[in-house]
């Protein structure tokens, strides 16, 4: 195990009508002005919204809304938000959703306090970020982890690039995450099985990774993927499964705290691999793709293309999680793989690019996603296997 710091500071309000409680945790801030960022129109016909702005105000705060926010959240929207938000004075920035619009919040919260900045500095990189305000989430979606995690992901529709990325600083982790498996009920089941996809595939990509001697925390990175294989697929099936939905919530959080990770971190900028996760938003970029249903499509094929880097690691993820009783190393990892995919499958999630897009995909469709992914064969991704713009064409072709 390699040395680590780990801090997570996010309060956890979880538990059914937590949402309640917003009001109060706002005000331990001392703070007068909030904006609310939110995506579409569900979070408003539920009623949530109306909640959320009557506690707010009941504790004297004032509040702005800020709403729109898609799937694969852009760059110009939080540029948008950011400037109203700025105009209104907001010294609190409160998400209401999940991890599109967590994630768009935290870019509207560090480009409020520095308002003479372009976030566009921020996103790619050019200036590092050095304060940010207080943001605070009311979480609707379990899938991204964004409610606990340092991480921020937009895609670019301002500059051309058309790149999906991210930042990662401990200024984006929230304040408190209000947890309520009954806000997530009313999700279509399509989205449940992408949120399932995306919160095991936070603790795969810990998980395969080429610094190991990790042990507790394989044990709890284990643990987690058995606890969502299990539950992923009944809430699937029964969304209204108080129990399942506990189980997603709270695995999603985890999968994305840090913790399965831990001693893991070499002399890349994060622990583990990632590399699925950089396959999966170039075609969410180009796309439009749903994030989750994007890595369970790429999976396989980029398990399949890795796995003889360490054998080994992959037949004892199989023998941990799925049980599976096969002597020979390479038989059994290859059943582990099989069994993911199966998963996969029964919470309705892609296994191939076809299946993802509905359509064919040409070579040519391939050769833009690895240009796309490797920032025009300017970089390589993962740890696990370093994999470079062939690398990514192939496995890209062998999701097909």
């Not at 945790?25 to 539920?46: T, Y």
């Not at 199966?342 to 833009?368: A, I, Q, T, W, Y």
């Amino acid at each position: 195990m390699l040395k680590f710091n780990y801090y997570s500071p996010t309060r956890i309000v979880f538990g059914a009508g937590t949402v309640n409680e917003i009001g109060t945790l706002i005000r331990d801030f001392k703070v007068r002005k909030v904006a609310v960022v939110f995506g579409g129109n569900s979070a408003k016909k539920s009623g949530l919204l109306d909640i959320v702005e009557d506690r707010l105000k009941s504790e004297g705060i004032d509040v702005i809304l800020l709403g729109g926010v898609v799937p694969n959240p852009l760059l110009s929207k939080a540029k948008e938000m950011t400037k109203e938000a700025v105009k209104f004075g907001a010294e609190f920035v409160l998400a209401v959703g999940g991890g599109s619009v967590i994630d768009t919040a935290k870019f509207v919260a560090i480009g409020v306090a520095s308002p003479d900045t372009d976030i566009e500095e921020f996103f790619f990189q050019r200036k590092k970020v050095e304060k940010s305000l207080p943001i605070g989430t009311v979480l609707t979606i379990a899938a991204a982890g964004s409610e606990t995690s340092d991480s921020a992901v937009l895609t670019d529709d301002v500059t051309g690039t058309h790149i999906k990325k991210g930042i990662t600083t401990d200024y984006n982790r929230c304040k408190f995450a209000i947890m309520d498996p009954e806000l997530t009920y009313t999700l279509p089941k399509y989205q449940i099985g992408a949120g399932v996809a995306d919160i095991f595939m936070h603790t795969s990509e810990r998980y395969f990774t080429d610094i190991l001697g990790n042990h507790l925390t394989d044990e709890m990175a284990e643990g987690l993927f058995r606890d969502i294989i299990k539950f992923g697929p009944i809430g699937v099936k029964s969304p209204n499964d108080y129990e399942a939905m506990s189980e997603i919530m709270w695995c999603g959080s985890v999968s994305h705290i840090g913790l399965t990770g831990l001693g893991a971190k070499g002399d890349t900028p994060r622990d583990g691999d990632w590399s699925c996760h950089q396959l999966g938003m170039a075609i969410s970029a180009l796309f439009d793709s749903t994030h989750g249903a994007t890595l369970s499509a790429i999976w396989a094929s980029w398990a399949n293309y890795v796995k003889d880097a360490n054998i080994q690691r992959f037949a004892e993820f199989a023998r941990k999680v799925y049980k599976t009783d096969e002597a020979d190393d390479e038989k059994c990892a290859n059943k582990g793989i099989e069994k993911t995919v199966e998963f996969f499958e029964s919470v309705g999630m892609p296994v191939n690019l076809h299946d993802l897009l509905n359509r064919e995909v040409s070579e040519k469709d391939c050769e833009e996603l690895a240009i796309n992914c490797s920032y025009k064969k300017s970089r390589s991704i993962g740890s696990f296997k370093s994999l470079s713009y062939d690398d990514m064409y192939n496995i890209y072709m062998a999701a097909r």
